[in-house]
């Protein structure tokens, strides 16, 4: 596998290890511009180590890898500024109003102050916070603080989102809007990189990769995985096909 200049990321022997634990252990992929795609697995599987290392938060320890046409090994400092990142914990300050929140970190993406205004008013538009922009954020709703970390991550305009477990704790209400939003963005060109414990959010996505214990053990679109893993049953879901690879990597 080669990059074809087409990808937003591009991953070949990635590994990283912590002493003789192999968080994330030799696993290839890429993800085309402009697509939703999902990284499944259960806690412990490498998700989010895999995550922290393409947005240059922490280095490799061996393989190779260019996000937004960034080096992951040498150019971390140029992928953060070219992507969003949305965590699987709240990472806003609590003790800050959304306006606050919204200001703070047009500060630290480094916009221009004339923009400062027009950008915090979409923000406040698109997350529908326009009435609560002045109170305590630990005060909102679990589904008003995500809105509001979804909006801060998407501040600088991004080329990649990426959302660790981004409606963990949230109503399915909410989590349907969510993904509404989501689809929009993507239909503006945007890449969407997510990771999900739910099964039927992972039919939003264009590919998923399943994950376990740091290997790849699934990928393809929904279709063709639970084709592949169970042929000939059409009643199969994606959550059967998570259950039996899953269970068949760990030997059970």
Request: proline share 5%; aromatic share 10%; with cysteine.
């Amino acid at each position: 596998m080669t990059p074809s200049g087409s990808e937003a990321i591009y991953v070949k022997d990635l590994k990283k290890r912590f002493g003789r634990f192999a968080a994330v252990d030799g696993i290839s992929f890429s993800v085309n511009r402009g697509e939703i795609f999902g990284f499944l697995g259960p806690n412990g599987a490498g998700k989010s180590t895999t995550i922290r290392m393409l947005c240059g938060i922490i280095a490799p320890t061996s393989g190779s890898g260019r996000v937004a046409g960034h080096d992951i090994f040498s150019e971390p400092e140029k992928i953060k500024h070219s992507i969003g990142y949305m965590s699987q914990k709240f990472s806003l300050y609590e003790d800050m109003t959304p306006f606050e929140n919204i200001r703070f970190y047009l500060g630290v993406y480094n916009l221009p102050t004339e923009q400062w205004e027009d950008r915090i008013e979409w923000v406040l538009d698109m997350t529908r916070l326009h009435d609560v922009r002045h109170r305590i954020t630990r005060e909102l709703p679990p589904g008003w603080r995500q809105r509001l970390a979804l909006g801060c991550a998407l501040l600088h305009r991004p080329e990649i989102l990426f959302l660790d477990e981004p409606t963990s704790g949230v109503d399915p209400i909410t989590r349907r809007h969510f993904w509404e939003f989501i689809n929009h963005l993507t239909q503006d060109g945007m890449t969407v990189f997510v990771t999900t414990h739910y099964m039927d959010e992972a039919r939003n996505c264009q590919r998923i990769i399943m994950i376990n214990e740091g290997k790849i053990v699934a990928a393809g679109s929904t279709s063709e995985i639970v084709d592949r893993v169970f042929p000939g049953r059409p009643e199969a879901e994606l959550n059967d096909v998570f259950i039996q690879v899953m269970s068949r990597s760990e030997g059970r």
